[in-house]
Structures are given as structure tokens and as C-alpha cells.
């Protein structure tokens, strides 16, 4: 069973714009990641976000994390064509091996130029 | 593609048929993962590694083993390959001290 789930599954946006992207899960965590994976290649690591973090930024990107609902958005700004890609959040368990990631089914991100 | 390669990059199998994949990084890091992605499920863990001759199942494990003879080298196996098993493969290593993990380019696997 996944236990992270993206939403919403598909985004279009004009580039500039900001993207938002949201991510729920069901079980307690240590960590939560983001990942990019662009057509036919393998996974980019983005971003850790650990369970005692509230926010993290990383250029243009900034996650937040409430573990009171177990979710976590992603946010781009300014966004460019370069920036489309499909966007999976994936969390590390707390109880057991915290190496051990679980993915959502991602959100499919295109930037229009 | 932080030094990870996988072979073959691509095949096409009839069903039945044993397949191998292999992963091989660089590194000599301890820790190596095998996934499935399919559309709709994300990546999935098949098994992973913790070092040299040290295996675990993860959540779709069924009709695949694995084999770790040599730090740099994770072998994936499909027994007698089925239509179900039809995907795109993908290796992952994590560093000491993270828990980020690196993804190599992938093998697409389609049996007939």
C-alpha cells in the first residue's frame, strides 16, 4: 500500500507562476522527501524534509510539513519550462528502517512558456 | 546519475524466460534498493541491500531475488518472468550519514 499520495495529480501553469503541490500520508515518519523525475530518467533528490521540521527551503523551492495531518506541500516559485517534470514526495517510516522509502504516484508538473 | 548504471537499459522477454538485471555503482556505498514504477503506483520496493550478502524483502517482492556478491554490483532476478513483471526498473544507492537516495537511469522490461 503507498503511503504517500500526491495531489493533485496533474498541474498545468504559465511559467512564472508558483506551483503548489500537496502530499498526504498515513503513518507516523522520520522523514519526508521530495524528488523530481523528469521523462524517461531516473529520480533527482530535491529535498529532506526530517519529522521535528516544520519548514525547509532550498532555492526556489520551499516544503512545509505538518505532522498534526500528515501532509507536506511543495512549493516552486517562479517556475520555468524547465521545471516540468513529475513530482513525488516519499517517506521514511519511523519504526523500522528509516532508509526504507515509501512513494506517492506523483504529480506531473508542465510549465507553459 | 551519481555513478550508478544499469544493464541491460532496455529488453524484451518472453514470458517464462529467467532475466537479470544488474545495478553497479562506483561508490562502494553499503546500502542498494531495486523498484518497479508502473503508472498510477509511483516507485515501489522490490528488496534491498545492506551490504554484501545482506538482503530484505520490501513491499513487491513476490517472483524476484536478489544477490549482492560484491559491494559495487546488486543483481535483480526474475525467475520466470511474467506479464505482470513488465515495467520500468530502477537502482538506488543511499550515502552514509543521509537517508537522500540516488537513482540510476532505469531498465525498461517488457515481457510477451
Known amino acids: 500500500s503507498q503511503q504517500g499520495e500526491e495531489d493533485p495529480q496533474a498541474l498545468s501553469i504559465q511559467e512564472g507562476e508558483n506551483a503548489t503541490m500537496n502530499c498526504s500520508y498515513k503513518?507516523?515518519?522520520?522523514?519526508l522527501q521530495w524528488y523530481r523525475q523528469n521523462s524517461g530518467r531516473g529520480l533527482v533528490h530535491l529535498i529532506l524534509i526530517r519529522s521535528n521540521e516544520r519548514e525547509k527551503h532550498s532555492g526556489r523551492l520551499r516544503v512545509t510539513l505538518d505532522t498534526s495531518k500528515k501532509s507536506s506541500s511543495l512549493l516552486i516559485t517562479a517556475s520555468r519550462a524547465a521545471d516540468t517534470a513529475s513530482y513525488f514526495c516519499?517517506?521514511?517510516?519511523?519504526?523500522?528502517?528509516?532508509?526504507?522509502?515509501?512513494f506517492g504516484s506523483g504529480t506531473q508538473l508542465t510549465v507553459l512558456p | 546519475d551519481a555513478g550508478i548504471t544499469q544493464s541491460p537499459r532496455h529488453k524484451v522477454t518472453e514470458t517464462g524466460t529467467p532475466v537479470t538485471l544488474r545495478c553497479h555503482q562506483t561508490?562502494?556505498?553499503?546500502?542498494m534498493y531495486w523498484y518497479r514504477q508502473d503508472p498510477g503506483h509511483g516507485l515501489r520496493l522490490i528488496h534491498y541491500?545492506?551490504?554484501?550478502?545482506?538482503?530484505d524483502k520490501g513491499e513487491v517482492s513476490d517472483g524476484y531475488s536478489v544477490s549482492r556478491s560484491k559491494t559495487e554490483d546488486f543483481l535483480l532476478t526474475l525467475e520466470s518472468a511474467t506479464s505482470s513483471q513488465t515495467s520500468v526498473y530502477f537502482c538506488?544507492?543511499?550515502?552514509?550519514?543521509?537517508?537522500?537516495?540516488?537513482f540510476g537511469p532505469g531498465t525498461r522490461l517488457t515481457v510477451t
Open positions: 541491500s545492506y551490504g554484501v550478502k545482506d538482503t
Open positions: 503513518t507516523s515518519i522520520n522523514n
Open positions: 538506488a544507492i543511499s550515502v552514509p550519514g543521509s537517508y537522500e537516495q540516488y
Open positions: 516519499a517517506t521514511a517510516a519511523s519504526s523500522g528502517s528509516a532508509r526504507q522509502l515509501t
Open positions: 561508490e562502494n556505498h553499503r546500502y
